[in-house]
């Protein structure tokens, strides 16, 4: 991967809560529907769910499989057929009233007939209310198996996802007649959109990449023809190769679930995993190489209601719609500064009720309507302006923490062991240009920054703070972090001003804090025009500097705000009360409680 400076874009940047003011534009927060809880008769084709509700079976079916575990999980609308205009009037209201005005529907295509389609049909567009909100189709075009089977640990294949060109010609048609044409039909340019889950699957089937490319040139030829003006592509970031993205004209992407970005393997925290994923973004746009990459959340993943009860699936684990806001914060943010003009500010949410997939905004008899009340926090209530207050900072090790030498292997560890967010090092170079660790000028002997990088591949859930003591050989360490796989979980800080133009000439698309020293009579307002004149994304300070003054201008401005070093309680506390984003400290264990 070239131009690696973009895909210093920091996850650990997204992973901060966005702080601006209460936005007045109009943001597109589309759920994806998942259609299965209606008495689809090709059910009977897998011989499931007798009952006839459809998957509602397995969620009333599913039973713990560890302690703590909270399964069954019980809507708080009980189990209702999405394939009823009734229903879904109810679900459009609700949706629209909390913020979520699209939905996409995963829409199926197997042995030459639909499948699942009467949940779009008869339940979304039959509602009298369905102009409330958009809505678009992703294609989901993937092999199905027998995984919708909690009896069995069977996984072969029931239906392949595969396609002929006379098969594609005869579905596109479908589309552009019963859908592309309604007035609340989803358009991007204009243009409607068609999502593709597997990219990959589609070119398996129309026999290659040529052939799919044509197929895809004529499905367009259709849409003009038809008074559409074309048609845009989206595609889901799952199996996507880059080369299928050149060579079919792909227009656009997104995630629809971070379990594509990340594994759950181990059972991670919901806010770990999230985080990680969503840190993704910037590489993930930049070697797809799309013009256009939308931002996106899940609301967690757990797929064990699919399964018999003795066997045991990872899930992320402890998931709650206050973490759920914080991952709404950084999609914002991230939409708010890689939308480009004239495009929507769509971000796509999995799922609006992906059940047994652990992954649903619609309401449970636990956290009732807190899902989708974070969703309206965070984009429609002037309460959004100061969120800070609602999530706590993240914590960075500061080099040395807990008494271990500092730049060392020993003190990155030690940050990790001690669940710091983000571990600090300081960056140097040698009179030959190696990065090394070292906040002074190198005298030998000290750690290389590769060992730093070595360290942080071994730990996926942590992101490297690289405080910047020198700009001599800059792209160089830039070079090794891409090298290693770990660039989009490092960022920096320490990037003063007398560093700010060398920095920006050898980094001109890296992500970084610009380091202040205000004092009593510094005018806080020209601090903050300076770092958006610069493309800093917050600004980092002494905490003995930092104050309510500081915190707001940053927010309102979209800034956000690190400290360093925060060792005492009583500083600690303060600096939490005063809503910094992240606090960094020789003592990481204190910072987190």
Request: hydrophobic share 40%.
């Amino acid at each position: 991967m070239n131009g690696f400076c973009k895909c210093f874009a920091t996850a650990a940047v997204l992973a901060l809560a966005y702080v601006g003011a209460a936005h007045a534009e109009k943001y597109d927060i589309a759920a994806y529907v998942w259609p299965a809880y209606q008495p689809e008769p090709r059910w009977g084709e897998m011989g499931i769910y007798a009952e006839g509700k459809g998957e509602w079976q397995n969620v009333w079916e599913a039973v713990p499989k560890w302690e703590g575990h909270r399964q069954p999980l019980v809507p708080l609308w009980g189990y209702e057929n999405e394939a009823d205009p009734k229903v879904m009037e109810k679900k459009i209201d609700a949706a629209v009233s909390y913020g979520v005005n699209v939905f996409i529907y995963d829409w199926y295509w197997y042995d030459k007939r639909p499948f699942l389609e009467d949940a779009l049909d008869k339940g979304f567009l039959g509602a009298k209310n369905n102009g409330k909100m958009k809505f678009f189709i992703m294609w989901a075009n993937h092999h199905f198996t027998r995984y919708c089977d909690n009896r069995s640990s069977d996984d072969s294949i029931v239906w392949r996802g595969w396609v002929d060109e006379a098969e594609f010609k005869k579905i596109s048609r479908r589309w552009i007649e019963m859908y592309f044409s309604r007035p609340n039909y989803y358009r991007i340019d204009g243009k409607p959109v068609l999502m593709i889950y597997e990219v990959k699957t589609f070119v398996e089937g129309l026999g290659g990449v040529a052939k799919a490319a044509a197929a895809l040139d004529a499905f367009r030829a259709e849409c003009v023809k038809a008074g559409l003006g074309g048609v845009h592509i989206m595609a889901s970031d799952f199996k996507l190769d880059p080369k299928h993205v050149r060579k079919l004209g792909i227009d656009s992407a997104t995630l629809y679930n971070f379990i594509h970005r990340r594994s759950t393997k181990g059972n991670p925290d919901y806010a770990d995993w999230a985080r990680v994923a969503a840190g993704r973004f910037d590489n993930a746009k930049k070697a797809l190489g799309v013009k256009m990459y939308f931002a996106h959340a899940s609301v967690g993943w757990d797929c064990n209601a699919r399964f018999p009860a003795g066997n045991r699936k990872s899930a992320a684990m402890n998931s709650t719609p206050e973490k759920f806001e914080t991952v709404l914060r950084r999609a914002k943010d991230w939409c708010d500064k890689n939308t480009p003009e004239g495009t929507p500010k769509l971000i796509t949410i999995n799922a609006w009720n992906e059940w047994t997939e652990g992954s649903y905004l619609e309401p449970d008899t636990h956290f009732k309507f807190g899902y989708l009340e974070a969703i309206k926090r965070v984009f429609c209530d002037d309460s959004a302006a100061a969120p800070a207050a609602k999530a706590k900072p993240f914590i960075t090790a500061h080099s040395g923490c807990m008494k271990t030498p500092p730049n060392t292997v020993a003190s990155i560890e030690k940050g990790i062991e001690c669940g710091a967010d983000f571990i600090e090092i300081d960056l140097n170079f040698t009179k030959d240009g190696v990065p090394v660790l070292s906040h002074d000028a190198p005298k030998g002997g000290e750690t290389l920054f590769q060992d730093a990088l070595d360290v942080l591949k071994k730990h996926e859930r942590v992101e490297l703070n690289v405080d910047v003591k020198s700009t001599s050989n800059l792209k160089e360490a830039l070079a090794l972090a891409e090298k290693a796989g770990v660039a989009d979980r490092v960022f920096f800080s320490g990037v003063k001003e007398e560093f700010v133009a060398e920095f920006k000439r050898q980094c001109p698309d890296a992500r970084f804090y610009y380091n202040v020293y205000p004092g009593k009579k510094t005018n806080i307002d020209n601090l903050v025009k300076r770092a958006k004149e610069i493309g800093a994304i917050g600004l980092n300070l002494n905490y003995r500097s930092a104050n309510a003054a500081i915190v707001r201008k940053c927010h309102e401005a979209g800034l956000l705000v690190s400290v360093w070093t925060v060792d005492k309680k009583k500083d600690i506390d303060r600096m939490k009360k005063l809503g910094v984003d992240a606090i960094a400290s020789n003592n990481p264990v204190l910072a987190r409680e």
